[in-house]
């Protein structure tokens, strides 16, 4: 079982805007990190840290932390945006590393 | 900009050594961790290990008595091994740049994950 808990699927309207949440006690201490992940391909750093973007992500892309829980804003959901997304962070003993479950995003 | 290459067997049988390389070109090794994750079909992602240039590395507890991570920094590369392996080892494995660890900020640590990803290799154990 994984330290970082993510429900297994949201759902959005086109347009919309979505949150993706990851639970655990190691955010209470550690930022987290997000990833997108398409159909057969690798996944793709798209939030670190308190709420950095890597180049080239869109500014619709945004995270914040509060408590135990971190989360994935995507404003003005895009088409292009279906896909999995898992969150990533330090475990609780602050050594090792730790992803959520993954949350599958569908556009309606 | 840098990019990492996954290489190693596709198959391999059971109770024997799984083992993987990852080709870092296009930037250095050195001041970076370095981590191998894997996917298991239809799955999510498992953290494995990771490994800093200077050697210290952290594996999943759930996989360390089976787990080598390695670094060659002449060769800009780093490896994996997994022993023992079984049907429940296949899966797509892939290497990837980080973490990176930051400091206190008042409220939580940095963590700034894992930024540059391989494209994975597909691994299946069976006879």
């Known amino acids: 079982s994984s330290e970082l808990t993510q429900d297994p699927a949201v759902s959005v309207a086109l347009g919309q805007t979505v949150r993706i949440t990851c639970q655990g006690d190691?955010?209470?201490?550690?930022?987290a990190s997000w990833y997108q992940q398409k159909p057969g391909q690798a996944p793709v750093l798209v939030i670190y840290?308190?709420?950095n973007r890597p180049s080239g992500i869109p500014d619709r892309f945004s995270g914040s932390t509060s408590g135990n829980t971190a989360s994935l804003t995507i404003t003005g959901t895009q088409a292009e945006d279906e896909a999995d997304y898992y969150c990533?962070?330090?475990?609780?003993?602050?050594?090792?590393?730790?992803f959520g479950g993954g949350t599958k995003l569908t556009v309606l | 900009q840098v990019q990492l290459q996954e290489s190693g067997p596709g198959l391999v049988k059971p109770s024997e050594t799984l083992s993987l390389t990852c080709t870092v070109s296009?930037?250095?090794?050195?001041?970076?961790?370095w981590s191998w994750i894997r996917q298991s079909p239809g799955k999510g992602l498992e953290w494995i290990g990771y490994?800093?240039?200077?050697?210290?590395?952290n594996y999943n507890p759930s996989l360390k008595s089976r787990v080598t991570i390695s670094i060659d920094t002449s060769k800009t590369q780093f490896s994996l091994k997994v022993s023992s392996v079984t049907a429940a080892d296949t899966a797509v494995y892939y290497c990837?740049?980080?973490?990176?660890?930051?400091?206190?900020?008042?409220?939580?640590?940095?963590?700034?994950?894992?930024?540059?990803w391989g494209q994975g290799t597909t691994v299946t154990v069976s006879s």
């Open positions: 990837a740049r980080g973490p990176g660890f930051g400091d206190y900020d008042g409220f939580r640590k940095y963590y700034y994950g894992m930024d540059v």
């Open positions: 296009g930037g250095s090794i050195r001041s970076y961790y």
């Open positions: 490994m800093h240039y200077s050697g210290t590395a």
């Open positions: 190691s955010l209470r201490s550690y930022y």
């Open positions: 840290n308190k709420n």
């Open positions: 990533n962070s330090r475990d609780s003993s602050g050594n090792r590393v730790v």
